[in-house]
């Protein structure tokens, strides 16, 4: 068996080094669970009477600078800045939202994770240990597939990331019934979200980030 039936028996899905496009990553269900929600929303968008009203809610969404987030150091604040970064805020968490930190690559390094908006698209820069040389890119989707209706007309931004532990992996695996990863995990995971529909969790292993889990 090769390393590719081994990812597919486990329910793993290899992505690609430079960008991970979430639409393409359904190997997992929890990857299929998000793209599902991606797709449906297109439709949903061209067809309702009320696609004026999400144009108008796209154009709302809040987007901060870089300079706006004071944990963000200065080499990564010019980075995002030279690639006209801005970052846009999901509208279920009440304080500024989408710059995280945790050890995505190995314990006891501290990494940045921003969401990263420009024209209308977010991709996911991982800066490793901080730094601003080589940030990985994953899931570039445009902010308006992340845009739903929070009740009494009105519309919001929903696309959120958040570190995950190991522990928090392993648990949701076993909730949803998925095989367990076929190696230890030993650091954390980087979740992306559509805050109340569906996630999908990427760990970075051996080189390559994997899309080991998420939420329905």
């Keep these: 068996m090769d390393a590719g039936d081994d990812r597919r028996k486990y329910g793993f899905a290899r992505t690609g080094e430079r960008a991970v496009v979430a639409k393409r990553i359904t190997m997992t269900q929890a990857g299929l669970s998000l793209a599902l929600v991606i797709l449906l929303s297109r439709p949903f968008l061209a067809q309702s009477p009320y696609n004026q009203q999400f144009a108008e809610a796209e154009r709302r969404i809040v987007r901060l600078a870089p300079t706006d987030f004071p944990e963000i150091p200065g080499n990564v604040v010019r980075e995002l800045k030279r690639r006209g970064c801005t970052i846009p805020q999901e509208v279920f968490t009440k304080k500024r939202n989408n710059v995280i930190q945790g050890e995505f690559a190995r314990q006891g390094q501290k990494d ?19 730094s601003e040389r080589k940030p990985a890119a994953l899931a570039p989707v445009e902010d308006s597939v992340f845009l739903q ?42 979740d992306d979200g559509f805050v109340g529909k569906a996630s999908q969790t990427f760990y970075f292993h051996k080189g390559k980030w994997l899309t080991v889990t998420g939420a329905d």
């Design 149 to 190: 209706g929070l009740g009494d007309g009105k519309i919001g931004f929903s696309r959120g990331i958040s570190p995950m532990g190991k522990d928090a992996i392993l648990r949701q695996c076993r909730t949803k019934e998925e095989p367990l990863p076929p190696f230890r995990l030993t650091h954390q995971g980087l």
């Design 112 to 130: 940045l994770a921003v969401l990263c908006s420009v024209k209308g698209v977010s991709t996911i820069l991982v800066f490793w240990g901080k």
